[in-house]
């Protein structure tokens, strides 16, 4: 996928993957690992390191990690995310929030994929935090990632949408409600339905109507509506015979 400013970045995170037990064999080869790395100085060799410690993907790598994100070389900070992209763990949050704040565009938006297999509750506030960033590429990241969540959090995470002060973040996931296509997405919609931004007013009204065949001029007439009607409709939103 490629981001608004045109950078190509990766879809979502990668496999899910949890922290390993390390042995005390294993824990052992990575503190050493650890040691070379802090030994050198030379960016080659410790971003050579930091693809051997794979093999040592232990808890133990979080506090190694935290260090790595204060080092001057963006490409160490960059590396030190996609080490973290695709863990499951809630643990990882902590260093991703760091990463969000950080001074290169990249790095923040490689926190955000990093976030991606996460089914803790914590990804949503997190992307919240990400539909508010002041780069393009990250909210798009954000965008993104929210449509891969389990349901409970994706759509939390579509509610922090439409509460972002960034228009396309409101517009795209009024496009995603759209496409999910449940009882709970209109509801979404509906709300957006008074919206004081006329694009994104017009836009939840299309999708509104779109989706249960219904045209409504305000939030209040809608939520009324719906309420009186809403269980004519099955879950994909097919009338009822």
Do not use: C
Not at 13 to 38: I, M, N, V, Y
Not at 108 to 114: G, H
């Amino acid at each position: 996928a490629s981001g608004p400013g045109g950078g190509g970045f990766p879809s979502v995170a990668g496999e899910p993957r949890d922290f390993l037990d390390l042995t005390e064999s294993e824990r052992a080869q990575f503190l050493a690992l650890e040691e070379k790395f802090w030994a050198t100085e030379d960016l080659d060799t410790r971003l050579e390191i930091l693809d051997e410690m794979e093999s040592y993907y232990g808890r133990e790598l979080l506090g190694f990690m935290g260090k790595l994100l204060t080092q001057p070389e963006e490409d160490l900070r960059l590396r030190a995310v996609e080490l973290l992209s695709g863990n499951t763990s809630p643990a990882i949050f902590p260093l991703l929030e760091r990463a969000l704040a950080d001074a290169s565009a990249d790095v923040r938006v490689e926190a955000v994929y990093a976030a991606g297999q996460v089914r803790a509750g914590a990804v949503v506030d997190f992307l919240g935090k990400a539909y508010g960033n002041q780069d393009g590429n990250v909210r798009f990241a954000a965008m993104e990632v929210a449509e891969e969540l389990t349901d409970r959090n994706r759509l939390q995470a579509y509610q922090r949408g439409l509460d972002s002060p960034y228009q396309e973040v409101k517009l795209g996931t009024i496009d995603s409600l759209q496409f999910e296509a449940t009882h709970q997405a209109v509801d979404l919609l509906i709300g957006q339905l008074d919206s004081p931004d006329p694009d994104t007013q017009r836009r939840a009204r299309h999708s509104v109507d779109w989706l249960i065949d219904q045209k409504f001029s305000s939030t209040a007439e809608g939520r009324a509506w719906w309420e009186e009607n809403r269980n004519r409709y099955d879950a994909e939103l097919v009338l009822k015979e």
